[in-house]
């Protein structure tokens, strides 16, 4: 296991910047996801630190040594990757041990990694089984095993799950968590579906045009995110947003809809802002409720989703209550004062 540190880390092509001072600390044994959308940068910056894109300016450093002019093959690293690269010739047991063949590993040590890899994916009873004959995620498993048995110090993935349907998606995720907490390693994982980085990270890092907008814990990201764009990233459905002002102790829309505030920042009033409330924190009904045009209702088993209209603006709302209500009819919601966010319009940061 080592830790990994990022310093001031740019990549350009001619005159495209894609890194742009790029600055992350990955502690030792850590879960760190990158998440963004396509084109942030989040696989080139994975590929520096592997080594399988060369540095523009500042540094990577694994377990305290600078990386910069070091092979890809001497950064004691394991990458898995979104296809997942497997001799097809080969049987499961001859793909996850050839790294080791090529090293001249004897072969009792190749056998007794690759079973207790395999032990720990629960790939035990295919080890004689070649890639064709697997189903996806017994294949992306064998894709780890094979990092697995290098113990590196440090593991990357570069969203590994985008090729694998949504229910072993769900599969898998949990069976990498499950992983991490088994080996204790150091991983940095790329994605861009933000469920999975909620889900599994210890540490989100979150880009947008190749620079980070917020890093830390999940739940820091989605309880108080730092501008517009984290908010509108993380969480699923995003964030509701209504621009207006507050007067007289509440935020009216543009539209002329009033809307609860817990407390008013100071030197907030009378300045464009934008009100954020999550879908979740809409509840049906309430003193002070407003009024809500539906347009469309999504049962989805144990919860509801609500697509409507508030004033001019859209909404959208999920609820544990099933609606009976049919398109064109009002039905009335109040936003939980306490999980507001005011952003300012201007900047778009939180306030």
Known sequence: MAS????????????????????????????????????????TLLRMIAGLETISGGEVQIDGAVMNAVPPKERDI??????????PHMTVAENMGFSLKLKKVSKAEIRAKVERAADILSLSHLLDRRPKQLSGGQRQRVAMGRAIVRDPKVFLFDEPLSNLDAKLRVQ?????????????????????????????????????????????????????????FVASFIGSPSMNFFDGTIENGAFRTT????????QIPSGAEGRPLVYGIRPEHLQLGGAGGVAVEVAVIEPAGSETQLYGKLGTDDLVGVFRER?????????????????????????????
């Open 4 to 43: 990994v540190e990022i310093r001031n880390l740019r990549k350009s092509y001619a005159t495209t910047h894609v890194i742009k001072d790029v600055s992350i600390d990955v502690d030792d044994g850590q879960f760190v996801v990158l998440v963004g959308p396509s084109g942030c940068g989040k696989s």
């Open 78 to 87: 394991a990458m898995v990757f979104q296809n997942y690269a497997l001799y």
């Open 172 to 228: 898998m995720r949990t069976e990498i968590k499950a992983l991490h907490q088994r080996l204790g390693s150091t991983m940095v994982y790329v994605t861009h579906d933000q469920i999975e980085a909620l889900t599994m990270a210890d540490k989100i890092v979150l880009m947008n045009d190749g620079r980070v907008e917020q890093m830390g814990p999940p739940l820091e990201l989605y309880d108080r995110p730092a501008n517009l």
């Open 255 to 262: 539209s002329g809809v009033v809307l609860p505030l817990a």
């Open 323 to 351: 609606l009976s209500a049919r398109p064109g009819e009002s039905v009335t919601v109040t936003p939980s004062s306490e999980q507001v966010h005011l952003f300012d319009k201007a900047t778009g940061n939180r306030l």
